[in-house]
Nanobody, 115 residues
């Protein structure tokens, strides 16, 4: 069993930056693949970025060059650095840990980009 707690969301102006954190507890963090998803009002949840247990990363096209996913296995934490934020980045951001049949989600953190 893995518990995930996201933090770092908030209100930011367009062009600003935020860093989201997802702290994991309850199991061996390093073996899990990790990902950030987001869901905007009235839209489906979408994959934003992922990082494998080996450290390989992947991004949705709309955030490439602006967002960076990273992990610190010594702190059982995955991060999402977000730069040059746009109003269309406004959403609830969710952290996910998964491997084989195991699949865990956090409760989400709100990111609002507005002037």
């Amino acid at each position: 069993q893995v518990q995930l707690v996201e933090s770092g969301g908030g209100l930011v102006q367009p062009g600003g930056s935020l860093r989201l954190s997802c702290a994991a507890s309850g199991s061996i963090f390093s073996i899990y693949h990790m990902a950030w998803y987001r869901q905007a009002p009235g839209k489906e949840r979408e994959l934003v970025a992922s990082i494998t247990s080996a450290g390989s990363t992947n991004y949705v096209d709309s955030v490439k060059g602006r967002f960076t996913i990273s992990r610190d296995n010594t702190k059982n934490t995955v991060y999402l650095g977000m730069n040059s934020l746009k109003p269309e980045d406004t959403a609830v951001y969710y952290c996910r840990a998964f491997i084989y049949e195991y699949d865990y989600w956090g409760q989400g953190t709100q990111v609002t980009v507005s002037s």
